[in-house]
């Protein structure tokens, strides 16, 4: 191995090494604590001292996923329980009534995430090639407003939107979630695209132009396979972002569109939230995000700091 | 190879019709492409903004629709700006970004320029620090509540573990002198990642040259960090540091689930209490007002600073 001057020692690496193993050890006991409880009892995840040692149930996902009621001791002994899940529910003398609103809320998330997310990266892949290669007048003052307007706090935004929905009926409605994920997120899209485009040489969409092509056939046939690694990124900067989006949820959904982040704090149990269920709840809402940033990190890590530095 | 329809035509055609046989000309392709993500945000970002400074010259309230409503100049201008509450709650943020920034800077920087000396599955250890910061704020801020409980939260057992305090004694949420310091700690938990990323790209940037040179030149390693490391960082730091602050400016889900704004109003960030005002007083068009005063105030500073920034780049 050739000598270099400014690699640094072994004993460097190693006092490095150990301090940001211990600092991510840190910082994941919270993110632990809340795929722990959600599989304690009410019982044992309100004990003192904290468990880390205790009888694993599945009571938190079967409350996060049902509705029971308390039942009369003869009600309970003429109907025996059936399946696993209604012996958890008759320790405490309850019955299963029927399902969650939860499985809703989560696919409400699902719909208005994917949703908004193909359509700012559809949109935002648009306007950024047309950013990258026609002169747009007034180009780059609007890109900065645009960005500028992100700058405003979501609540700031929602007043004239929560006013505006309601006139046009769409406070409540998955179509109103989306777009606005939509014009939330394009701004941001538009400008890592661009980025991404701008890196593509012109000459090869210039020499299928001469080939016979036409600029739309040169675009989706030359311009977006190249930029789909880019355009991946982008997407899941934009989904990560409705997935996790809480203000304009809470103040301009209630029901039918609501997501799971304004719905998850509200899982009360008996006596106050249900911290098993709330923590149920969390781990299916937080665990699809984890791995995704754990299997795209190169794409993913990358991105952040470009989507930064650039600006 | 046999032409096709379409290219017998624009044979037959002079060019210019041609042009317009063969596909469309490229202004207009971009107009096409431009076009819907511009009446998007015109629709949902500009004419919102051009309705709240309207409404903010009014008494209008959102829920009494059909009452009259009147245009009453800069009054409610005036009022914010004479509020004291306001400027309680001014205070409450300032202290927010002040030291979620001042936390975030110093781990931030120490976690990249450690994870910069490329030990081994540096890779993997950065990724499991990032993850905090790609959930979600309120699920995430919620059960934050839990781990702060007195008696019961892991928080408080962990702090009297090591301080043998009783875990009863102190409440992170409930007492005034310490809940403006939860959030704090929460905040940083959560971002800090965000300045550790930006400043291990700054790192990054740094040619190994130079240190090289500087290695030759006899520099101690003190002064290649001072002279070399810090002011070649300093640019990506500083602009952690304007996204960070921007974005507590705005924060609203991580603090309204841990504390609400409470106890009392100590934790009312402007967010919080742009929110009262809006959607539980009801006050539309003071609250409209009062969100064009926070969109100029971080707009002024955003551009002042981005100027200092470029300053810094410069040298």
Redesign the interface.
């Known amino acids: 191995m050739s000598y270099s ?2 690699e ?1 020692s072994k004993r ?3 006092f ?2 150990t ?3 211990l ?2 050890v840190v ?5 632990a ?2 795929f722990i ?1 959600g599989f304690k009892s009410p019982a044992d995840a ?5 468990q880390v040692i205790f009888e694993p149930t599945l009571e938190g996902y079967v409350n996060l996923f049902t509705q029971r009621t308390r039942q009369t001791q003869e009600f309970l002994e003429a109907n025996p329980p059936e399946e696993w899940y209604d012996e958890i529910v008759r320790q405490y003398d309850m019955v299963i009534v029927g399902p969650s609103k939860f499985g809703e809320r989560f696919l409400n998330s699902v719909i208005i995430g994917f949703g908004s997310t193909f359509l700012s990266v559809f ?2 892949t ?2 950024a ?3 990258s290669r ?3 007048p007034l180009a780059d003052d ?1 890109l900065f407003f ?1 960005l ?2 992100r ?14 929905y309601r006139e046009l009926g769409l406070s409540d409605t998955h179509l109103g979630m989306i ?2 994920y ?2 939330v997120n ?2 941001l899209a ?1 400008w890592l695209l661009k980025g991404f485009i701008d890196e593509i040489p012109r000459e090869y969409e210039e020499a299928a132009l001469i080939d016979g092509y ?4 040169a675009f989706y046939k030359i311009v977006l396979p190249q930029a789909a690694t880019g355009i991946a990124s982008t997407a899941i900067f934009c989904l ?1 972002f409705a ?2 989006e ?2 304009f949820a ?2 301009l959904t209630s029901g039918t569109a609501q997501t ?3 719905f ?2 509200t899982i009360i149990g008996i006596g106050g ?1 249900d ?1 098993p269920a ?2 149920a ?2 781990t299916l ?2 665990l699809p ?2 791995i ?3 299997m795209l ?1 190169k794409h ?2 990358r991105g ?2 470009f989507g ?2 650039r ?1 | 190879m046999s032409e096709t329809t379409i290219e017998r035509a624009a044979k037959a055609t002079p060019p210019s019709v041609a042009r317009k046989i063969r596909g469309l000309s490229d202004r207009a392709i971009a107009w096409i492409f431009v076009g819907p993500s511009i009446f998007l945000l015109l629709a949902i970002n500009i004419f919102p903004l051009i309705w709240t400074i309207n409404l903010s010259f009014t008494n209008f309230r959102a829920n009494r629709p059909n009452r009259e409503v009147e245009y009453i100049g800069l009054r409610n201008y005036e009022r914010i700006l004479t509020d004291s509450d306001i400027w309680l709650t001014m205070q409450a943020t300032a202290h927010f970004l002040f030291w979620t920034i001042a936390l975030q800077v110093v781990i931030g920087f120490t976690l990249a320029y450690l994870i910069n000396k490329k030990f081994k599955g540096n890779d993997l250890w950065t990724t499991i620090i990032v993850l905090p910061m790609m959930l979600s704020p309120a699920v995430v801020g919620n059960f934050w509540t839990f781990l702060y409980q007195p008696q019961i939260g892991l928080f408080n057992y962990i702090v009297s573990f090591f301080t043998g305090l009783e875990p009863s004694s102190f409440e992170m949420i409930g007492s005034v002198a310490l809940a403006p310091w939860a959030i704090v700690i929460v905040d940083t938990w959560m971002w800090t990642p965000f300045v550790m990323l930006i400043c291990l790209a700054g790192l990054r940037s740094i040619p190994d040259y130079i240190y090289e040179a500087a290695e030759i030149d006899r520099a101690s390693k003190w002064r290649q960090f001072w002279t070399i490391t810090v002011p070649m960082v300093l640019p990506f730091l500083m602009l952690a540091v304007l996204f960070r602050g921007i974005e507590n400016f705005k924060m609203f889900d991580l603090v309204v689930q841990l504390t609400g704004g409470g106890p009392g109003s100590v934790t009312e960030l402007t967010s919080i209490n742009l929110k009262r005002e809006a959607f539980e007083k009801w006050r539309t068009g003071y609250a409209s007002a009062y969100a064009i005063i926070l969109f100029v105030t971080v707009f002024g500073l955003a551009s002042i600073y981005v100027k200092a920034l470029n300053k810094v780049k410069e040298r």
């Open positions: 001057l400014t640094p460097q690496k190693w490095a090494g301090l940001v193993i600092y991510a910082t994941m006991i919270p993110l604590w809340i409880t309100i004990s003192y001292p904290p949109l935002g648009l306007a090639y047309a950013f026609f002169k747009v609007l645009i500028s307007t700058m405003m706090p979501p609540i700031a935004v929602a007043i004239p939107i929560f006013l505006m777009l606005l939509t014009a394009i701004s538009v036409t600029r739309f056939q990560i997935w996790n809480y203000a809470v103040l799971a982040p304004p998850i704090p939230l911290w709330v923590a709840g969390a809402f937080l995000v984890m995704f940033t754990v990190r993913l890590l952040i700091t930064a530095v600006k």
